[in-house]
């Protein structure tokens, strides 16, 4: 059962007569606008970009705009319940830590801190392949769960060598995630020419991995590619490359595997060949449940489970892959259609509060994952910060249901306005 509403909120005004306000902003829009002042300008680029125009972006949030609740009265919701099971594991609340990659653009040591604020939280998070620290090093400080995001290597070789690593050190599930095969047009990095993967940083995954650091020394012992013009640029970026690097930083510096090791990840990242026949092998590579992130198409979330696999993300990577593209809320209810309920239905994109959360649970969602929010808490006030957004999420999400007559998101109603019926909702 839930009461985080009202406890965050007596927490609030009982501390406020003692003079002490909230860490971060209680509202999305001041926390966006305090967390862009406390970023560096790589770091905003990067975390809050979208791809192209950002027009996805937009449309993720005007999805939320188009679906009204419709409060109930005298329902007798003195206890609600948010729980909900996932791969065998009962969570008090429906929402997870989606995975963000690099953001220690944000802060050193910022996996470690979201960690902590997901377990202060009692969430679970989605550890990205891209973070800035091992698995194994997170793991410890994610004390309500964590799942591993998996991003399909060229090598087959560290694909496997990753999912043994995130079964070994705990993981509760694998998020296979597919709309990012290629990077995304984003021309905020791109008008900084930043690719923070370039300079050593979110690749900690790959350097802690054995059969990356065999790649790595292949790509050392290989032709020696043309080295760039000693600029002072590209010895700042050096420096950086060397700082990032596992082992101390003189001796990275003389030493070409750091250097080796971004070559390496830049030519073995993504993988634009993968197919149905990659994830058909899944279920012989992990024990772990799987997850397929970035299924929009009702006719994909049914070739999943003819894959096997155990759940599907409707993500389109928070508005940052493909421009124009369709906004999750609104293709949400045909995956729901067309997996049944025959395995969980998770979503993100565009979530950016409690009642976010509560209509996407009432459009069929099992579960949501919060992203760009939990980012921001972290830039204004490390893992305290993580841990504020994300209890205020849950309160808010608990007090929406109270408010509308629900005791739990099934029970929610809503009223949905100017949303086309999509086409791939019952395309077969």
């Not at 927490?11 to 971060?24: K, N, Q, S």
């Not at 989605?126 to 998996?150: C, K």
């Not at 026949?277 to 070739?303: E, F, N, Q, Y």
Request: with cysteine; proline share 6%.
């Amino acid at each position: 059962m839930s009461q985080s509403g009202r406890a965050r909120q007596d927490e609030v005004y009982r501390g406020g007569i003692a003079g002490r306000r909230p860490v971060v902003p209680t509202a999305f829009p001041a926390l966006e606008r305090r967390a862009r002042r406390a970023m560096t300008r790589r770091a905003w680029a990067y975390v809050a970009g979208g791809a192209g125009s950002e027009e996805t972006v937009r449309a993720n949030r005007a999805a939320f705009d188009r679906h009204r609740i419709v409060p109930r009265v005298l329902r007798g919701v003195g206890e609600r319940d948010t729980s909900v099971e996932l791969f065998g594991r009962r969570l008090d609340a429906p929402v997870l830590l989606a995975p963000i990659g690099a953001l220690d653009l944000v802060s050193r040591q910022a996996d470690l801190a979201v960690a902590h604020g997901a377990g202060e939280a009692g969430v679970p998070m989605i550890v990205s392949n891209q973070a800035g620290h091992a698995m194994e090093d997170i793991a410890p400080y994610a004390t309500a769960g964590w799942w591993f995001q998996l991003y399909w290597s060229t090598s087959d070789d560290l694909v496997d060598s990753f999912l043994a690593r995130a079964e070994a050190a705990g993981a509760g599930a694998v998020v296979v995630t597919l709309d990012t095969t290629v990077l995304g047009w984003r021309p905020r990095d791109l008008d900084l020419g930043h690719l923070p993967f370039a300079r050593g940083l979110g690749i900690a995954q790959y350097t802690s991995d054995p059969v990356f650091a065999r790649l790595t020394r292949e790509t050392a012992e290989g032709p020696a590619r043309p080295a760039p013009r000693p600029t002072p640029t590209a010895v700042r970026t050096l420096l950086e490359i060397s700082r990032h690097h596992p082992g101390r930083f003189v001796d990275n510096l003389r030493s070409p595997l750091p250097r080796a090791a971004v070559e390496t990840f830049l030519r073995v990242y993504s993988r634009p060949t993968l197919s149905w026949d990659d994830i058909a092998t899944l279920r012989s590579r992990t024990r772990l449940p799987v997850v397929l992130k970035g299924v929009l198409h009702p006719d994909d979330a049914r070739r999943a489970l003819d894959a096997g696999v155990d759940g599907v993300l409707v993500s389109n990577h928070g508005g940052r892959q493909v421009d124009g593209s369709v906004a999750t809320l609104d293709l949400l209810p045909g995956v729901v259609d067309a997996v049944g309920d025959r395995v969980p239905v998770l979503l993100d994109s565009g979530v950016r509060s409690g009642a976010d959360v509560a209509r996407a649970l009432a459009l069929g969602a099992t579960a949501v994952c919060l992203g760009r929010p939990f980012a921001y808490g972290l830039a204004l006030a490390g893992a305290a910060g993580v841990a504020q957004v994300t209890r205020d999420v849950l309160a808010e999400l608990d007090l929406t249901l109270a408010l509308a007559g629900a005791r739990s998101p099934g029970d929610l109603e809503l009223a949905s306005f100017g949303a086309a019926e999509p086409a791939a909702r019952t395309a077969r």
